[in-house]
């Protein structure tokens, strides 16, 4: 008998419901001493209390019931239970995508009614006709950022996303950026967003109309409470990301103007910085860049990242914050090397 892979845990329960007699098909129901003599003749040994689980999942998904009889269970098949029509390669395809890459997202529950099918299709994808579909998952692969993404406790990720979808009040206690700790706040959960690796929730606090975005990972306890709240008809989360709420400073728009190295500018070809950005050659070897963007945090890091390779014209103000920063670095470097030939 299969053991605990996935895919044999399909078909361990499957077995066991070809063995179980059918409801009211005249046959007295399984008794524990028949389910014990019938898992003692399986190939593969498997105790008796995890077919005691696989039978709790398999009346969870009302495919057996049961019956107390002289101070024992008794089992059956519901009538009508059979191996259904296989599921296709499409649909085990869409159902393991989703059981890899969306699993975090998806609320408790649901994920839950979906388990049925999760298993089908592991099953179905373990087939040897079908391993070309199942290599495709070895074949796309996410590239780790060069900073690793936070940890999120999963029971804590999933009391958001359950009051988030029942529109219920929080209860949470928060960590900020200077590490202080928050009092437990109640908190209108809005949306979840992802920046960068980072999950965040869109909120309000209880009492206030502004909404603000907190990381997930620096809550300390979330408490889901029975208390439902109206979800404000004027909020929109898309139209919230499309405002800039994730720009560390609100900046003005000014029209930057760089002069950059032809090579450095290849990536801004797919990801230009602004609608109207132009970039045309300077007739000595680089490039100059003209576009419209908002004079913020994020650039500033941008083009010092961008090091050499880029030199600010205008707007002068924005050049000489960068020149006070650079002269900074100087400082501390020299500082270092100073030090370092200092020590024995």
Known sequence: MPMNRTVDIVARQQALLDFLPVKDGGDPGCSPARLKAWVAQQ??????KTIQRDLEELLAQALVVCDEQGGGRRWWRVRGVQRSQPMSSHEAFLHVLVNQ???????????????PAMLEAEKTL????LQR???????VQ???????PP????????????????????????KKRDQAVQEA??????????????????????GYDNDCHLRIDRFITVDELDEPFSYPREFDLKDYLAGGAFRYVHGEPIVLKLRIETYASQHLIDQPLSD???IREDGAGAQLLTATVSDDSRLFWWLLAMGENVTVLEPVSLRERLLVTLQAMMGNYRQAGTGLEAAP
Do not use: N
Request: overall charge negative; charged content about 20%.
């Open 43 to 48: 190939d593969i040994p498997v105790s008796y």
């Open 101 to 115: 890459r969306l699993r975090h997202w998806l609320p408790a529950s649901l994920y839950q009614s979906l388990q």
């Open 126 to 129: 373990g087939r040897p006709d």
């Open 133 to 139: 579909e199942r290599s495709w998952f070895q074949k």
């Open 142 to 148: 996410s590239a780790q950022a060069l900073l690793p």
């Open 151 to 174: 940890v999120i406790e999963p029971a804590l990720m999933q009391t958001i996303i359950s009051a988030l979808l029942d529109e219920h009040w929080l209860l949470a206690c928060y």
């Open 185 to 206: 706040k109640r908190l209108m959960p809005l949306g979840i967003a992802e920046v960068d690796s980072i999950y965040y929730l869109i909120a309000r606090y209880d």
């Open 276 to 278: 109207d950005m132009v």
